[in-house]
């Protein structure tokens, strides 16, 4: 019986760290209106050095235009592996992205940084249209982006 | 004659100036690495590579993927950053439909891009996107594999 109970708590604490090891995270990508078409967006984390870490989504369904988003691109030599189920379609001028995903806590507060890539056809390409680290301080405050992005804000 | 000479002469000059200008890779000869360095780090990244040419000014790789796919990859021989990939052209189209809804959910009113240019995107890619942007409409889509992401993500535009 004693057993039983060890086995059971041992269960437990397993089920309860691993969902405490993964934190619900909401990003909001507000675009600008740049008057052009839909855009395609790379939301991805890098370490504090900028190195490509792995993909958060994608938006945009066509591969063939995902070398667009260059620092993306590049960092994820656009392996199909690395952004399987995470892809949606693009965005439109003047509209607002809400993503929300379980995210290893790990990630947090610990110097890695969320990059958001932006392209709209036949207008230019922005790398790191947003940088901003993912820190708890950081989290429910906007950060401008420099190209078709206007306000980026994550809440956890 | 001698006005047709010259007009003759601008056009190869321009024709010329065109074609350079469409190049996809710029960087300078003394800057590339060996290309052998580039059949390394696709193999390690679990390609299977047939041949490397220089094309346009970058290394135009002939091969398989890491998922087995046939493709056409450029690179820029400086930094190996990937400049383009595409199906092979003598796949058959059908064949291309099938695997690509079987591995992404994609649907394959999206993917009849094999004569377009690279930089055009189709109109029709773009209509309704927004109303899309969940990306649940292809039918189910698989789990993301990639180790960051746990779950499914739930998606809206607003």
């Known amino acids: 019986m004693r057993k039983y109970f060890v086995v059971l708590g041992l269960a ?13 995270v909401t990003f909001n990508t507000q675009l600008t209106n740049y008057r052009g078409d839909g855009a395609y967006l790379a939301i991805y984390l890098t370490d504090s050095n900028g190195v490509y870490q792995g993909t958060l989504w994608i ?20 392996r199909r592996a690395e952004y399987d189920g995470l892809t949606g379609a693009s965005v439109t001028s003047g509209r607002a992205l809400k993503i ?13 940084e969320i990059h958001v890539d932006s392209a709209v056809e036949d207008m230019r390409d922005n790398r790191s249209d947003v940088v901003v680290p993912l820190t708890t301080d950081g989290a429910g405050k906007p950060v401008s982006g420099r190209g078709y992005v206007e306000s980026f804000t994550y809440n956890f | 004659m001698k006005t047709t000479s010259i007009a003759l002469g601008l056009s190869i000059f321009l024709l010329t100036g065109a074609a350079a200008a469409d190049d996809d890779c710029d960087d300078p000869v003394s800057g590339w690495q060996p290309r052998e360095n580039l059949r390394q780090q696709l193999e390690a990244d679990g390609w299977e590579v047939y041949r490397i040419k220089v094309d346009d000014g970058c290394y135009e790789v002939k091969g398989r993927n890491e998922q087995g796919r046939r493709v056409e990859a450029s690179f820029a021989p400086s ?5 383009e990939m595409e199906g092979e052209d003598e796949e058959d189209d059908d064949d291309r439909r099938n695997r690509y809804q079987g591995n992404s ?54």
């Open chain 1, 100 to 112: 929300t995903m379980n995210l290893d806590d790990a990630f947090i507060d610990s110097g890695y």
């Open chain 1, 59 to 78: 938006a945009g369904q066509d591969s063939e235009y995902y070398k667009h988003l260059r620092g993306w691109a590049r960092g994820s030599r656009m």
């Open chain 2, 79 to 83: 930094d190996f950053q990937l400049m």
């Open chain 2, 105 to 158: 959910g994609w649907s394959p009113e999206n993917d009849d891009d094999d004569d377009r240019d690279d930089d055009e995107r189709e109109d029709d890619d773009d209509e309704g996107r927004g109303d899309n942007a969940n990306g649940n409409n292809n039918g189910p889509k698989p789990m993301p594999s990639n180790g960051i992401v746990k779950g499914r993500p739930s998606v809206s535009v607003q």
């Open chain 1, 12 to 24: 437990l604490a397993m089920v309860f760290s691993a969902a405490a090891s993964a934190r619900e």
